[in-house]
Every structure is written in structure tokens, then in C-alpha cells.
């Protein structure tokens, strides 16, 4: 007996705001998609803080990186976490 697992996949349609938040992160996310093999092993499997093509905090779960930095309420705050052996990809609307 075969199992199927159907998903349906909507495209996603940002908001003027949403636009703006992705506008402002931009050069973060760029950085963190193209981070270096050493900073990317080095942060595998951590959650992590950047902003202005930095990263700011680092801790192993997100409550923690929370406790460090605060709940992150400045939009230009990337707070993701870096899984082990994936890379970031997103494409941006043209």
C-alpha cells in the first residue's frame, strides 16, 4: 500500500509592509546566504542574530538568543536559525 502526501503551495503575495521589511533586510539576508564555509560551520545548528550584514548574537535555542537581545522589535533584525548542512536560498520579486 502506497502512502501519498499531497501539499498544496500558494504563492505568497507580500504586503506594501511586508515589501518594505524585506527591502530593509535585504543586504542581511544576501550576507547570510552567502556567508563564508567558516562562519557557517561555526554557527550550524545556532540561532542567530544579524543586522547591517553582521551577526550580532548567537545562542543554541531561540529563547536564549531572546534573553540575549531582547525580543527583536527593530525590523532590520535578522533572527534565524542556521541549520547544519542547508543552504538559505529565497528569491526576491522582479
Known sequence: MSTTTHAK???WLPSPEQME???TTEATRSFLRDLPNDLRQR???RWIAAKDCQIVADAPTR???IAEVGEPR???LV???LEKGV???WRTRS
Open 9 to 11: 503551495v500558494r504563492r
Open 63 to 65: 529563547a536564549e538568543l
Open 87 to 89: 543552504s538559505i536560498r
Open 43 to 45: 554557527y550550524a545548528g
Open 79 to 81: 533572527v534565524l536559525r
Open 74 to 76: 527593530d525590523p532590520a
Open 21 to 23: 521589511l524585506l527591502e
